[in-house]
Nanobody, 115 residues
Framework: QVQLVESGGGLVQPGGSLRLSCAASRSSAGFSAMSWYRQAPGKQRELVATITSGGTTTYADSVKGRFTIARDNAKNTLYLQMNSLKPDDTAVYYC?????????WGQGTQVTVSS
């Protein structure tokens, strides 16, 4: 089974930027979709962005125009570029790889947006 490790979280000021990374232990060629989710205290986990094996991207309305999901197949890494960050973006961010028969999660990385 592939293992996922997120990194790049931290504390930033409103309006700042972060880039999250999700490194896979082996090739992700067998997965149909790779996504970023987030979960804030007291709230349900929500889907932030998805990229399919064909390169199609989708975003939650709350992050459109600010976040960009991308992947580097050669490095087996998924990225989330986050710009114009807001306090409401504060959450633990998780990467997720899905196929027809599997659903793999990373351990999460904390993003805090505060002045």
């Amino acid at each position: 089974q592939v293992q996922l490790v997120e990194s790049g979280g931290g504390l930033v000021q409103p309006g700042g930027s972060l880039r999250l990374s999700c490194a896979a232990s082996r090739s992700s060629a067998g997965f149909s979709a790779m996504s970023w989710y987030r979960q804030a205290p007291g709230k349900q986990r929500e889907l932030v962005a998805t990229i399919t094996s064909g390169g199609t991207t989708t975003y939650a309305d709350s992050v459109k125009g600010r976040f960009t999901i991308a992947r580097d197949n050669a490095k087996n890494t998924l990225y989330l570029q986050m710009n114009s960050l807001k306090p409401d973006d504060t959450a633990v961010y998780y990467c997720n790889f899905r196929s027809w028969t599997s659903n793999v999660w990373g351990q999460g990385t904390q993003v805090t947006v505060s002045s």
